[in-house]
C-alpha cells in the first residue's frame, strides 16, 4: 500500500471502506510522476476510483521476483530476454497482418508511442479482446459517467478488441493498444498517459509495468472479466 504524504498520514482502511477514507481524507491520492515511491499490493475490496464498484484482489506477481537475494538476477534475465526477443516482435505483427491487416496498423503504439494526455487520465482499464472488452463495458460506461471527458483510457490488445470498444464507446473513452513490458516502452507509455489508478481485466504477469505503477505510486487493481 502506498504511503500517504506526512500531512494526509493515517493508518489504512479495512476492505470495503475505500469511499470513506477518500471523503475523510479530503483529497484525492494522485501518484507522482516521475518520483519514484514504494507500494504493496491492494487488499480485496478496493473500488475503482468512485465508480462504486468493488473489484478482487490487486495482481500480486511473484515476490522472488521483486524481493529477495533473486530479485535483480532474476529482473535482469527477464529484461534481456525481452529484449533479445524485441525484433521478433515487430515481425510477429507483420506476419499476423497478413491474415488480419489491422496487426500492422498502429503498432507504434505498442511501443509506447501514444498521444501524450496532459495532466494525466483518472483510469487506464486494459482489456486484452473481445470477451474483457465484452465484461469491462458496464465498468467503463459508470467510469465515464464519473470522470470528466477524457480521464479515461482503455488499452486493447487485439484489433477485435478494439474494434468492439470503438463500436461500443466511439471517442467516450482515450484508446489505444497495450504497450510491450519492455521497460523503455513501459517508461514512454506511463509518461505519456500518467493513470492514477490502473484496472487489470484478470491478472496478467507484467513484471516492469507492475514496478513502474509501484515505484510512481499508482494504484493497481485487477478485475475478475467472468
Known amino acids: 500500500m502506498s504511503k500517504s504524504s506526512p500531512q494526509h498520514a493515517t493508518e489504512a482502511p479495512k476492505p ?11 483529497t484525492e491520492r494522485r501518484p507522482r510522476w516521475p518520483v519514484a515511491r514504494s507500494i504493496e499490493g491492494a487488499t ?19 515476490r522472488r521476483f521483486t524481493r529477495g537475494r533473486y530479485a535483480f538476477p ?33 503498432r507504434f503504439e505498442r511501443f509506447g508511442h501514444v498521444e501524450p494526455v496532459g495532466g ?3 483510469v487506464w482499464l486494459h482489456a486484452v479482446s473481445v470477451g474483457e472488452v465484452m465484461a469491462a463495458l458496464p465498468l467503463i460506461r459508470a ?7 477524457g480521464q479515461v483510457y ?10 468492439r470498444l470503438r463500436v461500443a464507446l466511439g471517442d467516450q473513452v482515450r484508446h489505444s ?18 493513470p492514477q489508478q490502473v484496472v487489470v481485466m484478470e ?3 507484467w513484471p516492469n509495468l507492475y514496478r513502474a505503477l509501484a515505484r510512481a505510486g499508482a494504484e493497481l487493481i485487477a478485475v475478475p472479466a467472468a
Do not use: C
Not at 16 to 26: A, F, N, S
Not at 157 to 162: E, L
Open 16 to 26: 470495503g471502506q475505500w469511499q470513506q477514507h477518500d471523503q475523510l481524507q479530503g
Open 44 to 62: 480485496e475490496g478496493r473500488n475503482v476510483h468512485g465508480a462504486g464498484i468493488v473489484t478482487g484482489r490487486s495482481p500480486d506477481f511473484d
Open 74 to 106: 532474476m529482473r535482469l534475465l527477464y529484461i534481456v530476454l525481452l529484449y533479445l526477443l524485441g525484433p521478433f516482435l515487430w515481425v510477429s505483427l507483420w506476419f499476423r497482418g497478413r491474415g488480419m491487416p489491422a496487426y500492422r496498423h498502429r
Open 120 to 122: 494525466g487520465v483518472a
Open 143 to 149: 467510469l465515464v459517467a464519473k470522470h470528466p471527458p
Open 154 to 163: 482503455v488499452t486493447t490488445g487485439t484489433p477485435t478488441g478494439s474494434e
Open 177 to 194: 493498444y497495450a504497450p510491450y513490458d519492455l521497460p523503455h516502452v513501459v517508461y514512454r507509455f506511463l509518461h505519456r498517459v500518467q
Open 203 to 205: 491478472t496478467e504477469l
